[in-house]
C-alpha cells in the first residue's frame, strides 16, 4: 500500500464517513474508490484534486506527509486554493517565525509541505510583526541592496496572488529559480516580472504556474553595521542637477 492509500483510509476514518458516501462525493462508484484506498490502483491527478478538495489539504501533503504523525490543528489552512501550510506555535498559540538557513536551503523546495521539516527549522519570534504566517529566508548576492549576502529575509505568507503589489519587494519559491528575493510586477496576463534593485542585473519573467509560494517582505536581519553608502547617490543627483541648471541656461539664452 503506499502513503497516499494509507492517508485517504485515515483521514476518512477520522471523519467517520463510510467508502459509499466519499465516493459519491467525488462523483465515482465505490468500487473504484476502494481501489484507491487499498492502493490497487492509482488515482488520476483529476481525482487527486477532488480528494484534496474534500479534505482541505494540499495533494503535496497527500501524497507525501505521513497523517498520522502529524496534528492537523498545526496546519495553516487558506481560502480559495485549499492548500495547508505546516506551522509551528508556541504554547500560547503564537506563531513561530521558522528559519530557512543557508545550510538547510536546498532542501526547502522538497520540504516545504512537509511539516516534519518544518519542525526541524530554526524558530525565532518577533512580536512586533502582528498578524499572519511569517518565515525567514536566506539572502544571496548583491541584487537587492541594501539587503547583504548572508541576510535573513523575514516575509509575510502571500494567500492570494491578487493581494501582491506591483513595486513591493517578495520572497518567491519557485519550480524553476528556486528561492528569490525580487521586486514584482504584474504587468504580464500569465506571469511575473522580477526585477532587481541593482540596475547590473535583468529583469526577467516567472510563469505563474511556476510559483510554489509568494512571501512578501517584513524585515530584515543583516549581520552589519557598515554604513551604508551614499556617494553614487549623491552624485546622480549633482549629475541630474547640473543638467537642470544647463537647460535653465539654454532656455534663458533662446528667450
Known amino acids: ?9 485515515v483521514l476518512r476514518v477520522r471523519q467517520k464517513i463510510s467508502q459509499e458516501k466519499l465516493a459519491e462525493s467525488l462523483q465515482i462508484t465505490r468500487g473504484r474508490y476502494v481501489k484507491y484506498e487499498d492502493g490497487t490502483s492509482e488515482a488520476p491527478y483529476e481525482i487527486l484534486k477532488k480528494i484534496a478538495r474534500y479534505y482541505h489539504m494540499s495533494i503535496d501533503l497527500l501524497l507525501s506527509v505521513d497523517i498520522r504523525k502529524i496534528d492537523i490543528q498545526h496546519l495553516l489552512k487558506l ?15 503564537e506563531n513561530y517565525i521558522e528559519v530557512v538557513t543557508q545550510k538547510v536551503k536546498a532542501g526547502y523546495l522538497n ?11 530554526q524558530q525565532i519570534s518577533l512580536p512586533f510583526l502582528g498578524p499572519g504566517k511569517h518565515r525567514g529566508f536566506p539572502v544571496e548576492g548583491d541584487s537587492m541592496p541594501p539587503h547583504e549576502d548572508g541576510s535573513i529575509i523575514v516575509g509575510r505568507y502571500v494567500e492570494r496572488l491578487g493581494d501582491v503589489q506591483d513595486g513591493k519587494t517578495y520572497i518567491l519559491i519557485t519550480k524553476t529559480e528556486g528561492m528569490v528575493y525580487k521586486r514584482l510586477n504584474k504587468n504580464k496576463k500569465n506571469a511575473l516580472v522580477l526585477e532587481s534593485d541593482n540596475n547590473f542585473y535583468p529583469n526577467y519573467e516567472v510563469r505563474l504556474s511556476d510559483i510554489i509560494e509568494i ?9 552589519t553595521d557598515k554604513k551604508q553608502e551614499l556617494n553614487e547617490i549623491q552624485d546622480l543627483k549633482e549629475l541630474i542637477l547640473d543638467v537642470k541648471r544647463e537647460v535653465n541656461e539654454i532656455r534663458k539664452n533662446k528667450q
Open 1 to 9: 500500500m503506499s502513503l497516499f492509500s494509507d492517508n485517504i483510509r
Open 79 to 93: 481560502e480559495n486554493n485549499r492548500l495547508v501550510l505546516p506551522i509551528m506555535v508556541d504554547h500560547q498559540g
Open 215 to 223: 512571501w512578501e517582505y517584513r524585515c530584515n536581519i543583516g549581520r
Open 111 to 121: 520540504g516545504y509541505a512537509d511539516p516534519e521539516y518544518i519542525e526541524s527549522l
